[in-house]
T-cell receptor, first 111, second 115 residues
Framework: GESVGLHLPTLSVQEGDNSIINCAYS??????FIWYKQESGKGPQFIID?????DKRQGQRVTVLLNKTVKHLSLQIAATQPGDSAVYFC??????????FGTGTRLLVSP | DVKVTQSSRYLVKRTGEKVFLECVQD?????MFWYRQDPGLGLRLIYF???????EKGDIPEGYSVSREKKERFSLILESASTNQTSMYLC??????????????FGPGTRLTVL
């Protein structure tokens, strides 16, 4: 079956640094990927998505990179701020209207 | 703003009780989802509904059932709660698309403890 995994369960960075959160996926046929941010006590919130016909997509302070050759996805956060502290999930399209989520990476930003 | 609300933030029930978790969305979305979130396991899909009265099993449907009588409301039912159903339950909704995919909007979650 499909699986979406994360390399690091916890990532600690200093405020102002750039953060990179990685994600590996197993289904080479996946054509849509999405990143969510989940702050403590809240439901996941959409950050950015990317379709498989793209290698890179940029948002506000975030960039998602897709490497289909090695089935790898990454989320880059520029100038990380304390408010970026959260758990980040990658997900891939998992069939009709559904998503398959990874296990999450906790990002800790220290001042 | 899209809003997905869940009936309770925290719920404590006893083993064997019948438990209802309610979810309401106000954006006229066709799709609604129930997930379970456990540490280290991410979000796992319990049930999915793509229309009123329509439902589809997710990855872990055992011990759960769902009901969708109205478009805006999706209920998760634990027929006889067990301690291994202690978890965070997340509801989500999305618009239906034919070829591409739309993001899912999540509620704040219900933390259920079964004693």
């Amino acid at each position: 079956g499909e699986s979406v995994g994360l390399h690091l369960p916890t990532l600690s960075v200093q405020e102002g640094d750039n953060s990179i959160i990685n994600c590996a996926y197993s289904n080479s046929a996946s054509d849509y990927f999405i990143w969510y941010k989940q702050e403590s006590g809240k439901g996941p919130q959409f950050i950015i998505d990317i379709r498989s016909n793209m290698d890179k997509r940029q948002g506000q302070r975030v960039t998602v990179l897709l490497n289909k050759t090695v089935k790898h996805l990454s989320l880059q956060i520029a100038a990380t701020q304390p408010g970026d502290s959260a758990v980040y999930f990658c997900a891939e399209k998992g069939g009709f209207q559904k998503l398959v989520f990874g296990t999450g990476t906790r990002l800790l930003v220290s001042p | 703003d899209v809003k997905v609300t869940q009936s309770s933030r925290y719920l404590v029930k006893r083993t064997g009780e019948k438990v209802f978790l309610e979810c309401v969305q106000d954006m006229d979305h066709e799709n609604m989802f129930w997930y379970r979130q456990d540490p280290g396991l991410g979000l796992r899909l319990i049930y999915f509904s793509y229309d009123v009265k329509m439902k589809e099993k997710g990855d872990i449907p055992e011990g759960y059932s769902v009901s969708r009588e109205k478009k805006e409301r999706f209920s998760l039912i634990l027929e006889s709660a067990s301690t291994n159903q202690t978890s965070m339950y997340l509801c989500a909704s999305s618009t239906a698309t034919l070829y591409f995919y739309n993001e899912q909007f999540f509620g704040p979650g219900t933390r259920l403890t079964v004693l």
